[in-house]
């Protein structure tokens, strides 16, 4: 049995056993009470029994993990009042990313595979709109027209709007209101930085499973400094597709000695807030199943009840930091998360969240049968690696090192529907373009030009026009058919 050892007191040791560690978690606190550290031995712990890990780093303070800690005097004195005899300092494989490119390799992923639903979460849509958003990726699939990056978006609604009436008869109505609205959204994402996260190469979730060539997992940290400050539902909507291409893509592994990958995310209230009642359900449904894929998620957050009722019952390990409780409201909660522990008959769970002190923290761990411990007060271990940032030149020479370097790094914009799009948008200007020079030329050869067009040829003109959607196609097959069966 391999375990995770968090921290002691005295004679008492609490570890986690690796093997239900996919039975997910949640670290909580106010604010510098220690949240930080307990998420890096966490870490640094998976990754030294063989379990890659991904963290989202907020405040910029978790790049350390790469590199050894230094001993200090109270590093000494909590090792002593735990009793860690074995404490050696040492760096951990890291991978750096970053949604802007500056700080990390870009991660990128396509607008198709991000999907309408949180897509919509992320525009902040009304039902309205977001029923045309879903007829959006309905319309560019059934027209073979690839949607990569948020120009193809564009050009889709865009044209959309243009074909409402053709298209309406097989999609539903497609209101000019509601297309303007999903573009002004898309303007606010633009100026958020958004075009950074959406085209290719989109990101390969296996380089979030990696290990090095001794075994450690690698741990993957996701610089989210300006992410969450430009974008916190960018950041949100992130997380949330990477949690649902990896319940769409790992198989199954049942039973294992250790998870296959392990995720901590940091300011989790930001996943939850003001998401629809579909997406949350979406949400508890995969953090209730992927665990049998092998995965393992970590909420870090101020206060447990930010995290939905039915997520936070599915939450196994359970590390709790002080809270304070200055007024009636704080004294509830207080008293709220005390009754999500298991008690223990010679701790006053309530008071006690309210004395512990800095690196201190009640912890509840699973059993091998997947009953929770009892909840103890502990002293969270030190870190064994560098407590802090890297420096600007440690982080770039790793960057420099990096098994990933340059295989993200160059955007890839190939044909897609702005592409399509905008050549149809051609072809139907130089066919008009035609057509008025054959009139003046008619006109100045002294021919009578038609001032009228028979009802045939307007019919086809009109149809011809629609020739993008499935229906003008259908329409356009069924004349030319007849006229040429009725020229036979």
């Not at 525009?123 to 309905?138: A, D, P």
């Not at 949690?243 to 300011?267: C, H, I, M, N, Q």
């Not at 030149?393 to 098994?403: D, F, G, I, V, Y």
Request: proline share 5%.
């Amino acid at each position: 049995m391999q375990e995770l050892l968090l921290g002691g007191k005295q004679s008492l040791k609490v570890a986690m056993d690796a093997a239900m560690a996919n039975r997910h978690g949640m670290i909580s606190g106010a604010t510098g009470t220690g949240k930080t550290v307990t998420l890096q031995i966490m870490a640094e712990g998976f990754a030294k029994i063989g379990v890659p890990v991904f963290l989202a780093d907020i405040k910029g303070d978790l790049s350390g993990i790469a590199q050894a800690g230094q001993a200090n005097p109270k590093i000494k004195e909590r090792l002593e009042q735990i009793g860690i005899a074995d404490f050696q300092p040492h760096g951990n494989p890291t991978l750096f990313w970053d949604i802007f490119g500056k700080s990390g390799h870009p991660i990128r992923t396509t607008i198709s595979d991000i999907g309408p639903l949180l897509l919509s979460n992320l525009l902040e849509l009304n039902e309205t709109q977001t029923g045309v958003m879903y007829s959006c990726f309905k319309i560019a699939d059934d027209n073979g027209l690839l949607l990569l990056d948020l120009k193809d978006l564009r050009s889709m609604l865009n044209w959309m709007g243009q074909e409402s009436k053709s298209l309406q008869t097989e999609y539903g109505n497609i209101a000019p209101a509601s297309i303007g609205a999903i573009q002004r959204q898309l303007l606010i994402l633009e100026e958020q930085g958004a075009e950074h996260f959406f085209g290719e190469p989109a990101l390969s979730l296996e380089d979030f499973c990696k290990t090095d060539f001794s075994g450690n997992g690698v741990i993957s940290i996701l610089d989210a400094t300006q992410l969450t400050t430009r974008s916190p539902r960018l950041y949100a909507t992130f997380l949330l597709w990477l949690l649902s291409e990896l319940f769409e893509t790992l198989p199954e592994v049942g039973d294992a000695d250790r998870p296959k990958l392990v995720l901590f995310f940091d300011e989790a209230h930001l996943l939850f807030d003001q998401a629809p009642k579909a997406l949350l359900d979406k949400i508890e449904q995969i953090v209730r199943l992927i665990r049998s894929k092998g995965v393992g998620i970590y909420f870090i957050s101020q206060s447990p009840l930010d995290i939905p009722e039915g997520v936070l019952g599915q939450l196994g390990v359970k590390v709790q930091h002080a809270l304070r409780a200055y007024t009636p409201k704080d004294q509830q909660v207080v008293k709220s998360v005390a009754e999500t522990f298991r008690s223990n008959p010679s701790l006053d769970t309530e008071t006690t969240i309210q004395e512990l002190k800095t690196g201190e923290a009640l912890v509840s761990v699973l059993n091998q049968d997947g009953s929770p411990t009892q909840v103890e007060r502990i002293y969270i271990r030190p870190p064994e690696s560098q407590i802090g940032p890297l420096t600007e030149a440690q982080r770039s020479e790793l960057m420099n090192r990096s098994p990933m370097k340059g295989r993200y790094e160059q955007a890839i914009d190939r044909e897609s529907a702005y592409e399509l799009l905008k050549k149809r948008a051609e072809q139907t200007l130089l066919s008009e373009a035609e057509a008025q020079e054959y009139k003046t030329t008619r006109k100045s050869s002294g021919r009578p030009a038609r001032q009228r067009e028979t009802a045939t040829e307007a019919l086809i003109k009109s149809a011809a026009r629609s020739i993008g959607s499935s229906v003008g196609k259908q329409i356009v097959r069924g004349i030319l058919g007849s006229l040429l069966n009725g020229r036979r």
